[in-house]
């Protein structure tokens, strides 16, 4: 801060060196006009702190939008889904599951180092998908620092990675897609099996689906599924080395949504 010190020395009349000094750099303070006694080097350290404190928020904010801007979602409802908005009534099944989730979400939130996955299984229309988002936003709205999460539903993530066959302006390269969801910090794969199921021919899993699900499974450690699939369908649908690192770390992390009936028709 010797070129302040100097500045102020030709600009004498402007700051004027006082005889106090600063308890924290033992420098003199210095007298400025309508703002009083300041030392130029807290003012600094102030400055410093306000800037990073700009960058990290501007970072942050970034990092939030992911979840707005990268993932692939049927209906843009489901970005609306949180815990408040999933109702339940005490001593149900579906309480006990929002209970267990918002403890996962927890658990995602306040340790942004813990890997492990989740399931969530069950029959279609029973909720599994609004648990899932409200996980998901929980951790959006409140990571500090943020944490980058995203929703894929596995259907359109497969037919966007096959689109960008034959169209090479395409962002959904099979590279692309398996580099992104290794770098975020939270990723929920919606429908897990649905991809499967919609092939025509036996089912399970083709190839290029496996080699794929295998990609993002080994790299991210830290996946949320959905799906229809029992464990026992789990394991035919796909080759054992998948499976073993979609169960990873799923021990005290798996919703069972069977025994709830369709919320979507009004059951309660
Ligand atoms: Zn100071």
Redesign the pocket.
């Given at each position: 801060m010797s070129d302040f010190y100097s500045l102020s020395g030709a600009f004498g009349d402007l700051f004027k060196a006082t005889k106090e000094k600063?308890p924290?750099?033992h420098k003199p303070m210095i007298e400025a006009p309508r703002v009083g006694k300041i030392?130029p080097?807290?003012e600094k350290e102030k400055l410093d702190k306000a800037e990073n404190e700009m960058v990290k928020k501007i970072y942050d904010d970034n990092a939030r939008k992911t979840l707005l801007t990268k993932s692939l979602i049927d209906d843009p409802e489901t970005y609306s889904c949180t815990f408040s908005s999933y109702i339940t009534k005490n001593d149900t099944i579906e309480g006990n599951l929002k209970q267990q989730a918002r403890l996962i979400a927890g658990q995602y939130l306040k340790q942004p180092d813990a890997k492990f996955n989740t399931i969530l299984s069950g029959p279609p229309g029973v909720g599994k998908t609004h648990l899932a988002m409200a996980i998901l936003n929980a951790v959006n709205d409140n990571a500090k620092p943020a944490q980058k999460c995203v929703f894929m539903n596995v259907v359109s993530l497969f037919m966007q990675i096959r689109s960008s066959f034959d169209d090479s302006t395409s962002w959904w390269t099979e590279k692309n897609v398996e580099r992104f969801l290794k770098d975020v910090n939270l990723v929920v794969i919606d429908d897990l099996g649905s991809e499967s199921a919609m092939s025509s021919g036996p089912r399970d899993a083709t190839q290029f689906v496996q080699t794929i699900l295998y990609n993002i499974t080994n790299s991210q450690r830290r996946i949320i599924f959905t799906t229809n699939l029992t464990q026992t369908q789990l394991v035919k649908t796909y080759n054992s080395k998948v499976v073993s690192r979609i169960l990873r770390g799923t021990k005290g992390h798996i919703l069972n949504f069977n025994g709830i009936k369709d919320k979507r028709i009004g059951a309660f």
């Open positions: 600063c924290i750099h030392c080097l807290c």
